[in-house]
C-alpha cells in the first residue's frame, strides 16, 4: 500500500477540557450546569478508551494495484500554454482489455494514490492520497494510462474556468476565451489532444459546461452510475463522475469499464448496467427527440446559441429524427431546486470535513484529516463562490432549520417525474447545454462579477443534476466562432439510449462546418 501524507496525525486523542464541553453545549442550544459538565466530563474520560483503541488499528481502505507509478511533474506553461494540466504523471494499467493504449486524463478531485491532489485550490496544495478512486482502478483494470491529473475551479465550485488556484484554462478552440468549468482541465486537455479522454466530475454542469464550450462530448452519467467512491464531492444526492471525449464512441467505451456497482459507495441502490458501446449504431431515423421549449430564451441567452442548436435539431430532422417540440414548464423552476439543495449540502459537507456522515461505504479519513486542517488554517483563501454558498447554507440550515433544502429535495422528485413525462412520448429531451458559448478571458472583474460570471451558465444543466437524469453535450455548431452544444438528456439508467441518440446526432451532422 502506497502511504499518504496524514501519518503524522497524533496517535492519541485528547480530552475535552470543561470549558470545550460547555461550548459544544452551547452550539446544540444547551446551558449545562457545573455538575453536569463534572459528570459528562468523567464519562467522557472513560469513553477515551474506545477512541485510542481506534488509533491501535489499521485503517481499512480500498487495495492499491498497479503500484509501479511515476508521481510526475507540474509542467511549466511553455509546456502547457492552456493550463490545463496540474500533474503530468505515468499510471500504466492491465497490459491488455478495452482501454489498452488509451491515455486517460483525470479532474484534480479524483484520488490517484501517490500522486499530488490539489482540487484546483492552495489548501490542498502538498496533499498525497494514498487510496485510488474506484474509477481508477476501474480504468486501470481495463488497460488505460493515466498521464495526467487536470485543473480544474478551485474546489469545483464555479462553471467558468478561470478560477483555479493557478489561473484560468484557456480554451483551446480560442484561447481568447476560457474553458469552462468546473472540469475546465479535463475538457481542454481532450480537446487539445493532450490526453485521449479524460474524467470529470458534475455537479451542476461541470462536465457539460466545458464540453459545450471547447467542443468536446460530455457525458453526466446517471447519478449513481458511477460511483464516485474516492473522488471528492460537494453532496451526495448530486456528485456526478464522467467522461469528457472527442466522441460519443469513446465517451461510450469509458463509460462501459468505470460504470456500476461499488459497495463502498453509499450513494449507490441498485445500479443496472449495459453494454453502451454496443448500444450505438442507430441512424437518425431511429430517433425520436423532444425540444423543451424551457430551454431557450433564458435571460442569460444569445440568440445566436439558440439558433444554433434549432439549426442543428433541423437538420438532425431532415436526416429522418423525429423532432417535436415538448413542454416541461418547471424545468424554470429548476435552478431555484438546486440552489436549495447545492448550497445546503455543500456547506454540510465543508462541515464534515469534505466527506459527509451515515451513509454505508469508504470514508477518506486522509483527506477528512487533510481538509479539516487546511480549512481551520486557510478558509480565507475559499473562492469567492465557496464563501458564499457555505455561508448561505449555513444561514438556511440555522435559520430556517433545514427547510428549504427538504423542501429543494421533495421538488427534485416532482420535477423528476416531469421529465419523465415528457420522456414518456420520445427517447431524449433537446436543448442548449449552455445558453451561451465561453467567456472571453478577463483580468478586470469585481468580485460580483467573477461569482456572476461562475454561475450565469447553469439553467439548463443544474435541474438535471438534482433529479439524475443521464444529460449529454454534443457540438452542434458554433455561434461568433465558438463552439455550441446540444444537449440530449433521457431516463435514469437509460444512458445507452442517451449515447445511441447522440452518436447518431454525431455521425449525421458536421457541427464544425455548420
Sequence with gaps: MLTGTMSEIPPNVQRPTPEEIREIAREHYMELSDSEVEDFAAVIDESMAAYERLDELPDPGPRVEYTDRDPGYRPGREEDPLNAFVTKCRVEGAAAGPLAGVEVG??????????????????????????????????????????????????????????????????????????????????????????????????????????????????????????????????????????????????????????????????????????????????????????????????????????????????????GAEVTEVSVPMHLDGPAIWTAVANEATAATVNSEGIGHYGEGHYDTSLADYFGKARRAGADDYLATLKLTVILGQYFADEYRGHYYAKGQNLSRELADRYDGALADVDVLAMPTTPQTAHEVRDDLTRLEVIERALNMLPNTSPFDVTGHPAASVPCGKSDGLPVGLMLVGERFDDATVLRAAEAFERSHDWEAA
Design 106 to 319: 483525470l479532474k484534480d478531485n479524483v484520488s490517484l494514490a501517490g500522486i499530488d491532489m490539489t482540487l484546483g485550490s492552495k489548501l490542498f496544495d502538498g496533499y498525497v492520497p494514498d487510496t485510488d478512486a474506484t474509477i481508477v482502478t476501474r480504468l486501470l483494470d481495463a488497460g488505460a494510462t493515466i498521464t495526467a491529473k487536470l485543473n480544474m475551479e478551485d474546489m469545483a465550485f464555479s462553471g467558468s474556468g478561470e478560477l483555479s488556484a493557478t489561473g484560468p484554462v484557456l480554451n483551446p478552440r480560442d484561447e481568447k476565451h476560457i474553458a469552462g468549468g468546473s472540469s475546465s482541465g479535463s475538457a481542454a486537455a481532450v480537446v487539445n489532444g493532450d490526453v485521449d479522454v479524460a474524467i470529470g466530475g458534475d455537479q451542476g454542469g461541470s462536465i457539460r459546461i466545458p464540453a459545450s464550450w471547447c467542443g468536446a462530448v460530455g457525458h453526466k452519467p446517471t447519478h449513481s452510475l458511477v460511483p464516485y467512491t474516492g473522488i471528492a464531492g460537494l453532496g451526495r444526492s448530486f456528485d456526478h463522475a464522467g467522461p469528457i471525449c472527442t466522441s460519443v464512441e469513446d465517451c461510450a467505451r469509458v463509460l462501459d469499464a468505470i460504470a456500476g456497482k461499488d459497495p463502498l459507495d453509499p450513494r449507490q441502490g441498485e445500479v443496472p448496467t449495459e453494454d453502451y458501446t454496443a448500444a450505438l449504431g442507430g441512424g437518425p431515423g431511429e430517433v425520436s427527440v423532444g425540444v423543451l421549449a424551457e430551454g431557450f430564451g433564458h435571460e442569460q441567452s444569445e440568440d445566436g446559441v439558440d439558433e444554433a442548436v434549432r439549426d442543428a435539431l433541423s437538420a438532425f430532422e431532415a436526416a
